[in-house]
């Protein structure tokens, strides 16, 4: 099994090229937008409808879109932290001399 | 009893697992071109002959003075029977373009042996397939042909013929203890069932035993990884709920399991390790499903299972495609490929949709079963951890593994969709994810234990998208504000760091001096020896001059192998 690219596969620079559907500007905001009102909306049903509760606190109004957003905001901010004391360069075993990665170096970002 | 061996000599004189050790057989002689007969036919022939099956058959062999159950059937043997028929379709289409007999044959008789371990109904029979399974599947990490494939095969194996060895002696044991081998529920309050415990552990990738998974699956093939993911932590399931289903202490360990692998999935840039890590997540909550006990939990466990073995399955063909595709698989290379690979975008969203629980996917009928059985059995705090992990597995599984692949940033990655087959695989895959997500009675059938779990009503589908969405507007939130961790390349130290160097490295600094000394000795006594025998020469009869030094010298021989084997994991 080689990890070298498919025949079919070429690298552009991407600058290049009309930016795709889904990097327009214009559609991010809609796409974003709709979103926030999805939020919204899901944020608003506790206030209108009843919905059963099977632990006290669960009850609450907004416990689950409170605890879905702090639960992964305290994920990611731990995690990070977790690479501070675990990370460490790709060969750091050094038996991965041969892994992809290493012939390119660059560091991608998180955008 | 004899007339159930009867009836089923006249229905179905073969165990199903012979199919596939004749489709791998039969695949060491055929044509690339001819190979997609055995994998189109094996699975289907396989899940007719179980269809044949009732719960409570038999088949036995004899074996020098031990009666083997080579095959019992109960239900729960006969779920995962249908399933692994299924994922050896799936996975067989996913592989045909390949043109790698060693990998077909090996896929094929792991296969077999997956499916013979859930039928197996003692505790040696279970072994045979436990090592066959281990032995037959490192072929698919080894067939990478890289250092590191090689290398992370080799501490694969380590930990599954481990898993093997324990099982052994659990059996031994066993049969000292009861004079039976029969494969049925144990207690942690013998050795024997310890033993049995920490062998299926390993296999279920519990907490510190799990590096074996995370290490070597990243590393395997782009098809050998669909089958490793499908096969091995299933059965492990599969025996855990057999064997220990209401044991407390795998309430805890299955909530370890959930809670902790998402910290890594989260920092972790190889996305197939990503799915490593999720993979380890959702065995969490079926090792919780089974640790509760109840037959709701049970069900949950399984069906999760069933479920697991098809969206994990997607979302590791979909990564397989792109790496097959573009030769790269760490997210900080990718980026931008839905405008190339639009299909494989598509079906991996619903992969992740299904991993995430959104209503009218699989996860959502089956990951609701364990969550509605720890609230009713009381187990609050447990509820609570699950609730977390599975926010974290929209996180990481759900938005980070197609956000990084198909989107982020455009990564000038210009490719075409995967070869067909894969596509078709992906498709089979999704179809079921959406089909089992909105008709969960077609596998609510097949549960072992009484079911009248509903999954969709008001409260249910309403709190579980407002979990989901308001994770997502944490990842929005966080990206926006530049405050998620950016993919990077790099190691991310495990547990597995303890083997690899803390051990090694503390052995050679206790070990070397012990060597130096024992070397040193061995050659003062050597040196005396010759003195003596010099010395002595004239009194004693020349024949045994230096026979106590050839012994001494084969114990050091030994000694040093020992210690080599050792320093050389």
């Known amino acids: 099994m080689s990890d070298e690219p498919h025949a079919n596969t070429r690298f552009i620079d991407p600058q290049s090229e009309e930016p795709g559907f889904f990097y327009r500007p214009e559609v991010i905001r809609n796409i974003l937008r709709g979103f926030y009102a999805i939020c919204a909306l899901l944020f608003a049903l506790d206030f209108i409808f009843h919905r059963h509760a099977y632990v006290s606190f669960e009850g609450l109004w907004g416990f689950y879109g409170i605890f879905g957003f702090v639960a992964c905001v305290a994920l990611v901010v731990v995690a990070k932290g977790m690479r501070v004391l675990l990370w460490r360069e790709p060969d750091y075993y050094d038996d991965s001399a041969d892994h992809p990665t290493h012939k390119h170096q660059h560091k991608g970002s998180g955008h | ?569």
């Not at chain 2, 080579?70 to 373009?97: N, Q």
């Not at chain 2, 250092?147 to 898993?163: I, W």
């Open chain 2, 1 to 569: 009893m004899l007339d159930q061996i009867a009836a089923l000599g006249a229905t179905n004189p073969l165990p199903p697992f012979t199919l596939f050790f004749g489709a791998a057989a039969l695949l060491i002689v055929l044509p690339h071109s001819l190979r997609f007969l055995p994998w189109l036919l094996t699975p289907v022939l396989a899940a007719v002959s179980l269809a044949g099956l009732e719960p409570g058959m038999h088949t036995r062999v004899s074996v020098l003075n031990l009666s083997l159950e080579l095959v019992e059937v109960d239900k729960l043997s006969l779920m995962f029977g249908y399933l692994f028929c299924l994922a050896s379709l799936i996975g067989g289409t996913f592989s045909l373009h390949l043109r790698d007999r060693m990998q077909h044959i090996a896929a094929m008789v792991y296969a077999g042996t997956a499916l013979g371990a859930v039928f197996a109904g003692d505790l040696l029979s279970l072994f045979l397939f436990w090592e066959g399974m281990a032995v037959s599947s490192v072929f698919l990490i080894y067939a990478r042909r890289s250092n590191t494939s090689s290398s992370a095969a080799q501490r694969y194996l380590v930990f599954q013929v481990g898993s093997g060895v324990l099982l052994l002696a659990a059996a031994i044991l066993y049969y000292q203890g009861t004079g039976s081998l029969d494969f049925t529920s144990m207690s942690l309050d013998n050795p024997a069932g310890v033993l049995l415990f920490l062998a299926f552990g390993i296999k279920a990738a519990f907490p510190f035993l799990h590096t074996w998974l995370t290490d070597a699956y990243p590393e395997a093939t782009v098809t050998g990884t669909v089958f490793l993911s499908s096969f091995t932590t299933k059965v492990a399931i599969y025996a855990l709920a057999r064997s220990y289903a209401g044991t407390d202490l795998l309430i805890l360990i299955g909530v370890v399991m959930a809670a902790t692998p998402i910290f890594y999935a989260v920092i972790e840039n190889d996305l197939r390790r990503v799915l490593a890590y999720s993979m380890m997540n959702q065995l969490g909550f079926m090792v919780v499903g089974i640790g509760i006990g109840t037959d709701l939990a049970l069900n949950g466990a399984v069906a999760h299972a069933f479920n697991d073995v098809i969206f994990k399955g997607l979302l590791m063909m979909s990564m397989g495609a792109v790496l097959y595709m573009t030769g790269r698989i760490d997210g900080s290379d990718l980026g931008g490929l839905y405008k190339s690979m639009p299909v494989t975008t598509v079906l991996c969203i619903v992969g992740a949709a299904s991993i995430s629980a959104f209503p009218l996917f699989s996860g959502f009928v089956s990951k609701s079963m364990i969550m509605a059985a720890a609230v009713k059995e009381n187990y609050i705090a447990v509820w609570l951890v699950l609730l977390f992990a599975s926010a974290g597995v929209f996180h990481h599984a759900g938005i980070k593994i197609p956000y990084f692949a198909f989107f982020a940033h455009d990564s000038g990655i210009r490719t075409t969709e995967p070869p067909l087959n894969m596509r078709i695989a992906m498709g089979i895959s999704a179809a079921l994810c959406v089909f089992i997500g909105c008709f969960p009675g077609t596998l609510y059938s097949l549960l072992p234990w009484a079911n009248e779990y509903k999954p969709y009503d008001y409260t249910h589908v309403v709190t579980q998208m407002q979990i989901l969405f308001f994770s997502a507007l944490a990842f929005v939130w966080l990206n926006l504000r530049g405050i998620y961790p950016p993919e990077i390349h790099g190691v991310n130290l495990d547990t597995d760091w303890l083997l690899r160097r803390l051990i090694p490295s503390a052995l050679r600094t206790a070990v070397a001096p012990l060597v130096a000394a024992f070397n040193a000795g061995v050659a003062l006594a050597r040196r005396t020896a010759q003195r003596l025998v010099a010395t002595g020469r004239t009194y004693l009869a020349p024949q045994y001059e230096h026979a106590w030094l050839t012994d001494l010298g084969v114990m050091a021989a030994v000694l040093a192998l020992g210690i080599a084997v050792l320093l050389s994991y």
